[in-house]
């Protein structure tokens, strides 16, 4: 399930995916996922914020890898409650690159 692409910086992608497949959401948990690629530089740093408060528990980010192109790509995940996602609470994550940031919210309600 797809719902946030956004371009920033130098051609940096930001990809924000909901739960996926559908019936990922009859578990207790889900998943969130935030996709950075074709950043420019190595230094990336993601965070997450569930209503506008920061979070680190169930947070995983990997190691920022270099691309045969020599850009660089990174993931993040957020575990959250299944419940949370149906309630259409806002989640977000925050991607930083050098001086250079951008913030992207994901809700239940903007996801197809």
Avoid at 10 to 33: D, H, N, Y
Avoid at 42 to 51: C, D, E, F, I, R
Avoid at 63 to 89: C, G, H, P, R, Y
Wanted: include cysteine; charged fraction near 20%.
């Amino acid at each position: 399930m797809k719902c946030v692409t956004v371009v920033f910086g130098q051609g940096t992608k930001l990809i924000v995916t909901g739960p996926s497949p559908p019936e990922a959401l009859k578990e207790s948990q889900a998943t969130l996922v935030c996709l950075a690629e074709d950043i420019s530089v190595a230094l990336v740093h993601v965070s997450w914020t569930v209503n506008g408060r920061s979070v680190t528990d169930g947070v995983w980010s990997s190691a920022t890898e270099k691309q045969q192109d020599k850009t660089f790509k990174m993931s993040s995940s957020l575990t959250i409650d299944s419940s949370d996602w149906t309630d259409n609470v806002d989640f977000s994550c925050q991607v930083s690159v050098g001086s250079k940031f951008t913030k992207k919210s994901i809700k239940n309600s903007q996801c197809y």
